[in-house]
């Protein structure tokens, strides 16, 4: 059984640029979460994914979207990067029916 | 939604010495969830509480769940220097949504 799985684990950016990290789920599934730790505190939520449908989403604006394909992974994207978005990117996948969360190593995004 | 409340930020020790990170909120909890992050690393689930008054031990670890469902602990006894993280409660919403606590550092005094 593959836990989760990140890429890229590190990355620079220039303001205004775009991003898309990526993220392989867990095997079996099919709930992937995205999270944005900055540095020194806890991770916050930007949106969830069930079967490729977002079904939820924090306080993040919407230039972070998301994505989720038929075999469970999923991508983020952000568009416009400004400074503030520099952190670890986190990406947890669940199992149906089940709390807890399994989280990918992160991607950590600097934008310069 | 609620936020979590977590303290200390920080709290140093001697290697061998107890520790302990206490989480509030003002509302009643479904369950609570912990984690531990190594530095540099990605949040590891440790355990999940559900039941009023519940106690859970793992090894050298103790969670317990409050009375009221509005507060939780994690306590280590005689810390190892592989116990060095942050710890962090996080409670989980009917979305099934994480809302993490700020996290405490656990920092091992050389």
């Known amino acids: 059984e593959t836990g989760v799985t990140q890429s890229p684990t590190h990355l620079i950016k220039t303001r205004g640029q775009q991003v898309t990290l990526r993220c392989s789920s867990q095997s079996g599934h099919n709930t992937v979460s995205w999270y944005q730790q900055a540095l020194g505190q806890g991770p916050q939520f930007i949106f969830q994914y069930y079967r490729e449908e977002e079904n939820g989403r924090g306080n993040f604006p919407p230039r972070f979207s998301g994505l989720q394909f038929p075999n469970y992974s999923s991508e983020l994207n952000v568009n416009a990067l400004e400074l503030d978005d520099s952190a670890l990117y986190l990406c947890?996948?669940?199992?149906?029916?089940?709390?807890?969360?399994?989280f990918g190593q992160g991607t950590r995004l600097t934008v310069v | 939604g609620q936020q979590v409340m977590q303290i200390p930020q920080y709290q140093h020790v001697q290697e061998g010495e107890d520790f302990t990170t206490y989480c509030n909120s003002s509302t009643t909890l479904s369950n609570i969830q912990w984690y531990k992050q190594r530095p540099g690393g990605h949040p590891v689930f440790l355990i999940q509480l559900v039941k009023s008054g519940e106690v859970k031990k793992q090894k050298r670890l103790t969670f317990q769940f409050g009375e009221a469902k509005k507060n939780s602990s994690l306590h280590i006894t005689a810390t190892q220097t592989t116990d060095v993280g942050t710890y962090f409660c996080?409670?989980?919403?009917?979305?099934?949504?994480?809302?993490w606590g700020a996290g405490t550092k656990l920092i091992i005094k050389p």
């Open positions: 947890a996948s669940r199992g149906q029916g089940r709390t807890e969360a399994f």
């Open positions: 996080a409670r989980v919403d009917s979305n099934y949504q994480l809302i």
